[in-house]
């Protein structure tokens, strides 16, 4: 029956086909772990939604997403707000859901968790402009919203993976120019020429520590702003952010709210996850919802434990 049965969406693309490609073991190894399931191949960008909502309708209690961030964030999508599971299968590559959640990248041992069935009540968030997009990591805007706008038409298409992000990355910070901004995180206000935000629910941005010690159950979003950068200092900006603590950074700040707005003087690309779920934005609204989304985990994760004991208990989930 559907209520007992597991429904896989599953993104052949992920990992840059990857996914797809090893989908034979995929599917034998599910079958081993799960015994009976359903499953659906996405076609196409938020096509897991339409896959997830489907499953929903139909009477399925467990969703997985098989994939990457993106893929999980489809489900949460179609899913939010009600007691169906929600787990994933990390085959992406970029899943920095993994990290915040305490999935291994490991198929064996991630089925090993879906399997257990365990699950916590955990946090989303809500953002609202000229379309809305629910998300449990992070969504950022700014520069790297201008480097996702540039990617699909970038061309290049014999570089791969990160050293392809990185060179566009380079390029794009030569043309980028920041934009006038207001932000409102509760009662605070600022206004700055913005260059980079982040906001969310983790500490986990492409695989970077960008707001240390966030994590889901701190009861807040948190926001990470970088300023007045352009060219090679926002390079350098950019650099030190993710390799180094952003409180050595006199240009960015931490903030943690509930509500959270920011208006900004031209319009702006928004990515949640992975995806770009708004182009041309220059307002948009975000907030906290509690109990949100019913997660499969490990029993053993502990979010409040400090980014380095998470990075030690992850390694110690992989072996």
Known sequence: MADRTPYLVINPQ?????????????????????????YGLTTGIGNGIDLAKKAKENGFSTILAVGGDGTLNEVVNAVINSNIKVGM???????????????????????????????????????????????ID????????????????????????????????????????????????????????LSFFALGLSNIIAGYNVLPENHPEKGDLGVVTLRDQKGLKLISSMVRLMFSSITKNKKAEIL?????????????????????FSTEAKKLEFSFIPDAINMII??????????????????????
Request: proline share 2%; with cysteine; glycine share 10%.
């Open 14 to 38: 992920a990992n840059e086909g990857n996914t797809g490609k090893n989908l034979d073991r995929i599917l034998a190894l599910s079958k081993e772990v799960l015994g009976e399931f359903e």
């Open 298 to 319: 490990s029993k053993d994760w502990k979010y409040e434990s400090s980014d380095a004991e998470k990075k030690k208990a992850l390694k110690a989930l992989n072996k």
């Open 89 to 135: 299968l990390p085959t992406g590559g970029s899943c920095d859901a993994f990290q915040t959640q305490g999935i291994p990248k490991s198929l064996e041992k991630s089925l090993e968790i879906v399997s257990s069935g365990y699950t916590k009540k955990l946090p989303a968030g809500l953002a609202k402009g000229d379309t809305e997009r629910y998300f």
């Open 138 to 193: 992070m969504v950022n805007g700014a520069f790297t919203g201008y480097v996702n706008s540039r990617e699909r038409d970038w061309g290049k298409s014999w570089l791969k993976g990160d050293l392809r992000y990185t060179l566009l990355a380079f390029e794009s910070a030569m043309k980028y120019k920041p934009v006038r901004t207001t932000i409102k995180v509760d009662d605070f206000v600022r206004n700055l020429d």
């Open 256 to 276: 943690y709210g509930k509500n959270i707005s920011i208006e900004s003087e031209a319009g702006m690309t928004w990515v949640t996850e992975g995806e770009i």
